[in-house]
T-cell receptor, first 115, second 114 residues
Framework: GEEVAQTPKHLVRGEGQKAKLYCAPIKGHSYVFWYQQVLKNEFKFLISFQNENVFDETGMPKERFSAKCLPNSPCSLEIQATKLEDSAVYFC?????????????FGPGTRLTVL | AQSVTQLGSHVSVSEGALVLLRCNYSSSVPPYLFWYVQYPNQGLQLLLKYTSAATLVKGINGFEAEFKKSETSFHLTKPSAHMSDAAEYFCAVSPYNQGGKLIFGQGTELSVKP
């Protein structure tokens, strides 16, 4: 597709429940990035993929967060045992080649609320 | 480590006035810099980017930014604000050798008064 698609738009979970977010990158883009936006600002990089391979996971809280990009499937970001501080908007972005000069195209985000 | 700092979390201008949103970078290697805009409840949209070609970069919606190495700045400007420019603006840097990820500034909210 021509746009990055993210589902669901909103997700509400009780503390301790699992949350799973999905992202379909733009067709032909090899790189996928996940960012977390807390409190309307503060974008934090979480993880990036080159096709189905993890490229950079330095931003991932490893204990509860995991992510995958499998062939012919949307990419996913999963949070096991959600905590209140996981409440945020999670954005997915894709780019063609992962080079520093590449434009990243962002999806509309998934708003996760943990109660 | 490369980073960007946006001065002013909130800027208010009158319609028709000059828009100036400030971004300073910290980098020991030539930086690649971006300005994105976020409208309410939406994702980020690229306004413009600096990738070491021309220092004056023109973007969409009448915005432009000038890369000034001596001042380590990449400020965003628009000569005449429109009501539709009201949004959150983010400056970002793509760090060297880190696969194209973006490091964002704190954001500046632009309000436009009629």
């Amino acid at each position: 597709g021509e746009e990055v698609a993210q589902t669901p738009k909103h997700l509400v979970r009780g503390e301790g429940q699992k949350a799973k977010l999905y992202c379909a990158p733009i067709k032909g883009h090899s790189y996928v990035f996940w960012y977390q936006q807390v409190l309307k600002n503060e974008f934090k990089f979480l993880i990036s993929f080159q096709n189905e391979n993890v490229f950079d996971e330095t931003g991932m809280p490893k204990e509860r967060f995991s992510a995958k990009c499998l062939p012919n499937s949307p990419c996913s970001l999963e949070i096991q045992a959600t905590k209140l501080e996981d409440s945020a908007v999670y954005f997915c972005a894709s780019s063609q080649s992962g080079q520093r000069t590449d434009t990243q195209y962002f999806g509309p985000g998934t708003r996760l609320t943990v109660l | 480590a490369q980073s960007v700092t946006q001065l002013g979390s909130h800027v208010s201008v009158s319609e028709g006035a000059l828009v100036l949103l400030r971004c300073n970078y910290s980098s020991s290697v030539p930086p690649y810099l971006f300005w994105y805009v976020q409208y309410p409840n939406q994702g980020l949209q690229l306004l413009l980017k600096y990738t070491s070609a021309a220092t004056l970069v023109k973007g969409i919606n009448g915005f432009e930014a000038e890369f000034k190495k001596s001042e380590t700045s990449f400020h965003l400007t628009k000569p005449s604000a429109h009501m539709s420019d009201a949004a959150e603006y983010f400056c970002a840097v793509s760090p060297y050798n880190q696969g194209g990820k973006l490091i964002f500034g704190q954001g500046t909210e632009l309000s436009v008064k009629p």
